[in-house]
């Protein structure tokens, strides 16, 4: 067998550090602690950054919205209830959004001419837009003829127009001085039915009528004849204030009633003599005329809050008895485990609805509705640390611990409870959509009435929504969006901490 050997040139054999004195070299990156390298690993989750950003969002918006908003939550207006949103400033702009617009079908011309009629006398036209029309055939007084229907978008805070009131002689005084400082119309001439074909349920006539239905007489020149009272004898106080365009000078602007005087205003107006601004409604309102902008940001509050309180006494009873049960182990961790067990079989909308029907009597809604999640919301977390207990309470760090004489509570919460922190905040973050969305059924269902405490709730608001979903859809989505997006963002913020704070993952993205 023949062998061939090569040979490596003698200068191959160089010392590269021939007589040099070797020392380690000083690190140039600096060290990174547990927390920043999570943090490294949770800024690589995008999804997880965008709900963070969201769910700062939120908080912010529940924090300032009640501030910034013109509209207390309290204020409740029986007129203006489930109006779209509105904001007349940009209304004016006829851009086609906040306009406080409502379809209207199916209008007829006589409709068409009473709601024209509104904009006529108060100068807020309910008509934005007349979308479409319809002719069709019909049978009057044995013969067909062509009726038109009109499709039109109204603005619902004008439609309103003119109201009656009942107004003391102080009151109605007041608004004649507001009157006179603001320059707006508050208060117009007073009509009798007796000129209007008898018709007493609508005092947005105030023209000449040929029916009962109100279809306007209309002069020559196509207009409509005003038929405002001149009756000095049915005057009810002495009017010394604005009067409308065309006002000869004797139209009478209030009706003696029982003491009181009996008025025609614009309620539009009346709103900003009440309330000291227009109405403005971001969100427009619910069933109870509550600004939904305002009382969106009043429940998240309560909403957060009481998330986290619920999680930071879950956590704390959670990690004390899980700690224990996992620590020692055996038997008392068996007898532990089963009242564990028991607690976690009663089913918790039994527990809050007997609560509400007992506890709440004595001390009040809200403890007794926080006393209903504490009962069995800190079961999860118990199990939670008992595992890690048992996860950790064998290693070598442990035993170095014991060997050096600490105490079972000091190796319990200075050595193993730290190394299950990550993975325990994790769980907290998950348990706050949680308890949101347990607390948003429960109101929504109306098991929980936090209205008279709190103002509102987020479940509240989508109950009252509910009710009104095909002529106010508003309601119930702009509380809806909020809620939504507020467990969705938990539920990712919650998932990108629980991958960042596994201590499997640190160092794997480096």
Wanted: with cysteine; charged share 20%; hydrophobic share 40%.
């Amino acid at each position: 067998m023949n062998t061939t050997y090569e040979y490596i040139p003698k200068e191959k054999f160089e010392f590269k550090q021939l007589d040099a004195n070797l020392h380690d070299k000083k690190l140039e990156t600096k060290s990174r602690g547990y927390f920043a390298d999570a943090m490294i690993r949770f800024k690589k989750n995008k999804s997880s950054v965008v709900a963070a950003w969201i769910i700062l969002f939120l908080v912010v918006f529940s924090i300032l919205s009640p501030i910034i908003s013109i509209n207390d939550i309290k204020t409740y207006d029986d007129t203006y209830t489930n109006h779209p949103p509105f904001i007349k400033a940009i209304a004016d702009m006829e851009i086609g959004i906040f306009d406080g617009a409502i379809p209207r079908k199916s209008q007829s011309e006589t409709q068409k001419l009473i709601w024209e009629a509104i904009g006529k006398e108060t100068g807020l036209n309910p008509v934005i837009r007349v979308v479409g029309t319809t002719v069709q055939q019909e049978k009057y007084r044995g013969q067909m003829r062509d009726v038109t229907y009109y499709e039109l978008e109204n603005n619902k805070y004008y439609e309103r127009g003119i109201v009656y009131r009942v107004l003391s002689y102080e009151e109605f005084a007041k608004i004649q001085q507001f009157q006179n400082e603001t320059g707006i119309q508050v208060i117009y001439p007073y009509v009798e039915s007796k000129d209007i074909n008898g018709i007493k349920d609508n005092p947005n006539i105030w023209y000449a009528v040929s029916d009962a239905k109100g279809t306007p007489k209309l002069d020559k020149n196509g207009d409509f004849i005003p038929v405002y009272s001149t009756n000095e004898a049915m005057a009810g106080a002495e009017y010394n204030s604005l009067r409308i365009e065309g006002d000869p000078g004797n139209y009478i602007y209030s009706y003696a009633k029982s003491g009181a005087v009996h008025v025609r205003i614009c309620y539009y107006n009346y709103y900003q003599y009440v309330n000291g601004h227009e109405p403005t409604f971001l969100f427009g309102t619910n069933v109870l005329g509550q600004c939904i902008f305002t009382a969106i940001g009043v429940g998240a509050r309560f909403s957060l809050i009481f998330a986290v309180i619920v999680s930071a006494i879950n956590l704390t009873i959670g990690a004390i008895y899980g700690a224990i049960q996992g620590y020692y182990g055996g038997a008392v961790d068996m007898v532990m485990d089963r009242i564990a067990d028991i607690l976690n079989g009663i089913p918790f909308i039994v527990v809050t609805t007997l609560f509400q029907l007992h506890l709440a009597q004595k001390v009040g809604i809200l403890p007794s509705f926080l006393f209903a999640f504490v009962l069995t919301g800190w079961l999860g977390m118990a199990a939670l640390t008992r595992k890690q207990f048992y996860r950790f309470k064998g290693q070598e760090f442990v035993l170095a611990a014991r060997t050096l004489g600490a105490s079972d509570w000091r190796l319990m919460f200075k050595h193993i409870f730290p190394n299950s922190l990550g993975t325990i905040i994790t769980s907290c973050a998950l348990v706050i959509p949680g308890v949101i969305n347990s607390e948003t059924s429960m109101t929504y269902l109306g098991i929980i009435n936090l209205q008279e405490t709190f103002g509102t709730s987020i479940g509240v608001l989508m109950s009252q929504g509910q009710t009104a979903m095909t002529s106010a859809p508003h309601a119930m989505i702009f509380p809806s969006i909020f809620i939504s997006l507020l467990l969705i963002s938990f539920n990712l913020f919650g998932n990108g901490l629980r991958d960042a704070f596994n201590p499997s993952m640190r160092g794997v993205d480096d």
